[in-house]
């Protein structure tokens, strides 16, 4: 399985923009598409973000519509590292945000970072 760390939640305001993180291990991360999830409380996990990109094939990125002209997704293949800059962030974006593989995502999950949105 691929470990996952993310990271640079935080509480911020309405508005305001948040840059997330996520570290992978191993090379196959940068073979295979990968994507950001989150779950806010009491609801389901869902898909924010998902690129089907890979060090060596250019695929298609698919965002929620809920942040659609808000967030980007990027990737850094030779960090193993991938992105996801927030923008004009909204109250509803409040959530545990999670990096994994898409469009299938492996059973294993990482911690999550928790990000805040207050009005």
């Known amino acids: 399985q691929v470990q996952l760390v993310e990271s640079g939640g935080g509480l911020v305001q309405a508005g305001d923009s948040l840059r997330l993180s996520c570290v992978a291990s191993g090379t196959i991360f940068r073979f295979i598409g990968a994507g950001w999830y989150r779950q806010a409380p009491g609801k389901e996990r869902e898909l924010v973000a998902g690129d089907s990109s890979t060090d060596i094939s250019t695929g298609i990125t698919t965002y929620a519509d809920s942040v659609k002209g808000r967030f980007t997704f990027s990737r850094d293949y030779a960090k193993n590292t991938m992105y996801l800059q927030m923008n004009d962030l909204k109250p509803e974006d409040t959530a545990v945000y999670y990096c994994?593989?898409?469009?299938?995502?492996?059973?294993?999950w990482g911690q999550g970072t928790q990000v805040t949105v207050s009005s």
């Open positions: 994994n593989l898409y469009p299938s995502p492996q059973n294993y």
